[in-house]
């Protein structure tokens, strides 16, 4: 039992970082000049902040498929739909940073809070804990939804 649990939390694990690697691929090579030279809002958060933020996310979204997983209620359209939201973050990433186009980007942000939100109510009919664990990444995808649109307007 414990090798099975091994093997899917290293699988999730490494199907959620895989997504954060083509974001912050996309964001350490593209983001620079044109990140710098546009306006942002003053709550705008230092740079450093995104790195572990988004660290401590992709470990929770992990933590929380994999619970989600070993529930007794677990259907596979739900792992579907947390790699389709896997694919939203990572597009929003390459959308935003590699395209320069806020406007898409928002777009994109828009569904993926709403794959977040449906992962959330899925969860939580298998594993309340998994759902819990995915309400800091909405919170954050909604603050930067905000971002988003601030970005879009002052610029």
């Given amino acids: 039992m414990f090798k099975n649990k091994f093997l899917t939390f290293i699988s999730f694990l490494s199907v959620t970082f895989g997504a954060s690697l083509i974001g912050t691929f996309s964001t350490i090579n593209y983001k620079e000049p044109w990140y ?3 306006n942002k809002p003053a709550f705008s958060p230092p740079d450093w902040v995104f790195g572990p933020v988004w660290t401590t996310l992709y470990l929770m979204m992990t933590i929380a498929i994999w619970l989600f997983w070993h529930s007794k209620t677990r259907d596979k359209n739900t792992v579907y739909i947390y790699i389709i939201h896997l694919l939203f973050n990572t597009t ?6 590699v395209f320069h186009n806020m406007v898409l980007a928002l777009f994109v942000l828009i569904l993926l809070i709403g794959l977040i939100i449906n992962l959330i109510l899925r969860f939580k009919l298998a594993n309340e ?3 819990y664990l995915m ?6 995808c909604s603050f930067a939804l905000i971002l988003n649109i601030n970005l879009i307007m002052i610029n």
Avoid: D, G, K, T
């Fill in 36 to 38: 710098s030279s546009i």
């Fill in 92 to 97: 929003w990433s390459v959308v935003f940073f």
């Fill in 129 to 131: 804990v998994s759902s």
């Fill in 135 to 140: 309400i800091p990444y909405l919170l954050w």
